[in-house]
């Protein structure tokens, strides 16, 4: 079935130094939409960034990621950690544009703690 | 600008007791609206899904249902909790299916 691994549960950094969260997942659909959401403590989880285009970088507040369908993965990266970067990510994928249950199916979440 | 509005923030309930989560979005018509639940340690499980008023999907059997009385409203309820139950409920809605989803605040259910 399909599915979402996130191998780091906590990534622990040192402000300054660049972020890579490492997401793949597994599909029989060849045209997925994966994304990236950010919970911050004490808020509603919201949309970080998102692609569907395979090789194409997508970038939003400092962090980019690229869809790479021959591997099958959507890594997460930021150049260099900010204090405020700290907080869960969890990636995400839709199997297919409108797929039967509308199911986004979540990974299990990497927590990044940023340290002075 | 449209706003998602979820109770209560948090219910600390009796095993065997009715449980009603609630949900409202506001600025949005007929949008599509889900359920989703994490476990302590877990992940962001869906686990019903809505596209129109009075039609509900259940995607995960948790002993657990769910309504659409209204096309703003969507209710999460059981009659008889377990201790399973437990976690962090999440309300969300999306413009179309794969896109966006924007969260509620969530619930956080302890049953004891």
């Known amino acids: 079935g399909d599915s979402v691994t996130q191998t780091e549960g906590l990534v622990t950094l040192t402000e300054g130094l660049p972020v890579m969260l490492n997401c793949t997942y597994q599909?029989?659909?060849?045209?997925?939409?994966l994304f990236w959401y950010v919970h911050y403590l004490n808020e509603s989880p919201r949309l970080l960034l998102k692609s569907s285009t395979d090789n194409k970088r997508t970038e939003h507040q400092g962090f980019h990621a690229t869809l790479h369908k021959s591997s099958s993965s959507f890594h997460l990266q930021k150049s260099s950690a900010q204090l405020s970067d700290s907080a869960l990510y969890y990636c995400a994928l839709s199997p297919h544009y409108g797929g039967s249950g509308n199911k986004l199916i979540f990974g299990t979440g990497t927590l990044l703690s940023v340290k002075p | 600008a449209q706003t998602i509005h979820q109770w209560p923030v948090a219910e600390i309930k009796a095993v065997g007791s009715p449980l009603s989560l609630g949900c409202t979005i506001k600025?949005?018509?007929?949008?599509?609206l889900y359920w989703y639940w994490q476990a302590t340690g877990g992940t962001l499980q869906q686990l019903f899904y809505?596209?129109?008023?009075?039609?509900v999907e259940s995607v995960v059997q948790l002993n657990l249902s769910a309504s659409r009385p209204k096309d703003d409203q969507f209710i999460l309820s059981t009659e008889k909790l377990l201790l399973s139950h437990s976690g962090f409920y999440l309300c969300?809605?999306?413009?179309?299916?794969?896109?966006?989803?924007?969260f509620g605040s969530g619930t956080r259910l302890t049953v004891l």
């Open positions: 600025g949005k018509s007929s949008p599509n």
């Open positions: 969300a809605w999306s413009w179309f299916s794969a896109e966006t989803l924007y």
């Open positions: 809505s596209i129109t008023v009075g039609q």
């Open positions: 599909t029989i659909y060849s045209n997925p939409f």
